[in-house]
């Protein structure tokens, strides 16, 4: 570290330290804090602790961040930052640290000169955290000395005292989330990693390394290491790993424009999807906002521009519009905001508006540059446009066509779809089910007041390595399209889903629990994604999860829905401690459940197991399914064989 940073860390102290609010409702109501009680509040958690470390390194006093999952799904997240201040508070007249773990809304991110930009959505901090923990250790390497302080619920066990001296600095948060407020207990390795993997892109140059003590192999606990020299253009690179790239390498922007930092990488690949991921301070801002405004009217202006002087659409007849010019296209653009203002139904779509003007000037003097630069590269480019344009012409008609046929609420519906009585789409539940057999036993054993039923025959098209207007050829989407009752094309968009004749709010993918089954839920999920994608963001998709096994002894009949429980409940059932007086039958397809049994265990909203589908990381969501379902058969192969530990085969 320089002495112009070790001096800033001097300078950094109680007195930045503000507060804005006291912590009195975060047990009462921690959904109003961290998003909810379960899983994904589970892991906000960690999100506000490294959160604070990633402020440090944004700041430039850290560049080393361990995250430690252990043995009782506790977490350590430790830092090489300045370490929290431990000087008395002009104000509260207790330490910093302790203002900081017990304040909500205090910390140095409120204090302009201490953080100039600070990740963080909510902005709730540790103090959140230690709210919603049994159990929370800090301790802070600074200055020389080490500190520590212990909470309980968030209540301090004792003031922060100093334990010893040390040569290190930094900070270390070790918690135990609450179970009496946590549904969901239990961590998820490869959620904790995608967003590390996410933070080490965003912020080049920074070490991050995730630790699994649950999970230990020839004496080694699981780990990964996340470190990104390049940043944006290698976070471009991976998520573009699994497509045939059509130029060599991601045209790279960075610049400061108005005193907003703006960086974007950007590149073309063979596919027919636009994957644009935006962060503001590096807060993953899934429903966009001004920043992918001004990148949006930056590309399409300058490349129509290009286009246009280069003769190349002189003879093409056909109006080339802005989604002709993203077809392909995978960017990733990052911004610093000193004060953001975020809007949206999830308070991730950035709302200044002068980051528009920002934006858009960094991109057009940047690749009107490298267009000139690279006229090679910049034919193809153009090529690719015109060639989507011209599918997308098609894509229109073929869409019409559908639209056109489909008589909303009348006689239009598939033939296939049991519709409900029920017309309150937010009571009414559509059932995708795999096959003939178990639709007819879903129609028959299903409650038809509020639950539609549509059977699907076979496989749908992979939508993935389909050109758009190929989608509406495809017999089983174009039911699904009309069954739900959505359009495409809006007054601003051509492609923007219109969600205003929706007929179902619960859209529930039900299929056999086998490969097949899963190849077609990730079929008609992969359509969601690429083409319907507010219905997975407003919460209207879900997967229906039915039972494994069915144990009996007698009379007494128990449903199973893991190995783990069949296991469990065979043992508790075992005649004499004899397991062979328990038959097992193993379901292979939901067509061999007679209706009741469908009904009692999967459709029954009182006793029912469905998994709401939800985009924790659109980044992430776009390279799975690229890789899943794409033309690249090596990257899928390294992800079987990486994961075939952990599936099971029944004999």
């Known amino acids: ?152 619920i968030g209540v301090p066990q004792y003031p922060a005292r100093q334990i010893g001296t040390t040569d290190k600095r930094g900070t270390i948060i070790h918690f135990k989330p609450d179970a009496s ?56 690179q991976y998520l573009d790993e699994t497509r045939e790239k059509i130029i060599d390498y991601p045209i790279y922007i960075e610049s400061e424009q108005n005193g907003v930092p ?21 807060i993953n801002t899934y429903e966009g906002g001004t920043h992918v405004t001004g990148f949006r009217r930056a590309l399409t202006r300058t490349l129509k521009s290009y286009a246009d002087k280069s003769g190349m ?50 991109v057009s003097d940047t690749l009107q540059s490298w267009l000139e630069e690279h006229p090679k590269e910049a034919k193809t480019i153009v090529g690719k446009v015109i060639l989507a344009a011209q599918a997308r012409h098609a894509a229109r008609k073929a869409r019409e066509m559908v639209q056109r046929k489909s008589v909303l609420g009348g006689g239009g519906l598939p033939g296939k779809l ?3 009585a029920n017309s309150d789409p937010t009571i009414c539940e559509l059932y995708l089910v795999e096959g003939d057999s178990a639709g007819g036993s879903a129609k028959q054993g299903r409650d038809r ?86 219905l997975i963001e407003h919460g209207y998709v879900y997967i229906a999860l039915p039972p494994l096994y069915l144990l009996k002894r007698g009379k007494d009949e128990r449903y199973c829905w893991t190995e783990e429980e069949r296991k469990a409940l065979t043992a508790e059932m075992a005649k004499d401690g004899r397991e062979d007086s328990v038959g097992i039958q193993r379901y292979k397809g939901l067509g061999e459940m007679n209706p009741e049994q469908l009904w009692t265990t999967t459709m029954d909203p009182n006793v029912r197991s469905i998994k709401q589908v939800n985009i924790e990381s659109a980044a992430e969501a776009d390279h799975l399914f690229s890789m899943l379902m794409g033309d690249e058969v090596a990257p899928r192969r390294d992800f079987i064989e990486k994961n075939a530990k952990y599936a099971k085969i029944d004999t």
């Not at 203002?341 to 709302?351: A, V, Y």
């Not at 989608?471 to 492609?495: H, P, Q, R, S, W």
Request: glycine residues 8%; aromatic residues 8%.
């Open 1 to 152: 570290m320089s002495e112009e940073k070790d001096k800033k860390s001097a300078d950094y102290s109680a007195d930045n330290i503000q507060i804005l609010e006291g912590l009195e409702a975060v047990r009462k109501r921690p959904a109003m804090y961290i998003g909810d009680i379960g899983i994904k509040g589970l892991h906000h958690l960690i999100w506000e602790v490294v959160d604070n470390s990633i402020d440090e390194a944004l700041a430039g006093h850290c560049d080393t961040i361990h995250v430690t999952v252990h043995e009782d799904n506790s977490i350590t997240v430790e830092d090489n930052g300045r370490g929290i201040p431990t000087d008395m508070h002009p104000k509260e007249k207790k330490s910093a640290l302790e203002v900081v773990l017990t304040v909500l809304h205090a910390g140095g991110k409120f204090d302009k000169d201490t953080y100039k930009v600070s990740g963080g959505l909510h902005g709730v901090g540790v103090s959140c955290v230690n709210a919603l923990s049994t159990d929370l250790k800090a301790t802070v390497h600074r200055n020389g000395v080490i500190f520590e302080q212990e909470f309980k």
């Open 449 to 534: 007041d509020f639950q539609a039923i549509l059977p699907l025959k076979g496989k749908i098209l992979n939508v993935e390595k389909a050109h758009e207007h190929k989608i509406y050829d495809n017999e089983e989407i174009k039911n699904i399209l009309t069954a739900l009752g959505v359009k495409f094309g809006t007054a601003n968009d051509d492609k923007e889903l219109d969600l205003s004749g929706l007929r179902y709010h619960k859209i529930i993918i039900m299929t056999d629990a086998d490969i097949d089954g899963s190849h077609i839920r990730t079929l008609i999920l992969t359509l969601f994604f690429r083409y319907m994608r507010p």
């Open 262 to 282: 703006v960086q974007v990488a950007m590149n073309y690949n063979s596919s027919y999807a636009e994957n644009v991921v935006s962060y503001v301070n590096t």
């Open 313 to 362: 659409l002189d003879k093409l007849k056909l109006e080339v519009s802005g989604d002709d010019f993203r077809e392909g296209l995978t960017a990733v653009i990052s911004v610093k905001v000193a004060e953001p203002q975020f809007e949206g139904q999830t308070k991730t779509k950035l709302g200044n508006s002068d980051v528009v003007g920002a934006v858009d000037s960094a």
């Open 181 to 236: 407020i946590f549904i969901a207990t239990e961590y998820k390795y490869e959620t904790i990693a995608n967003r590390l993997r996410e933070m080490s892109f965003l912020n080049a140059g920074i070490k991050i390394t995730l630790t699994d003590l649950r999970e230990v192999e020839d004496g080694k606990p699981k780990e990964d290491v996340f470190y990104s020299e390049g940043g944006l253009v290698e976070f471009v």
């Open 418 to 420: 049991a519709d409900c």
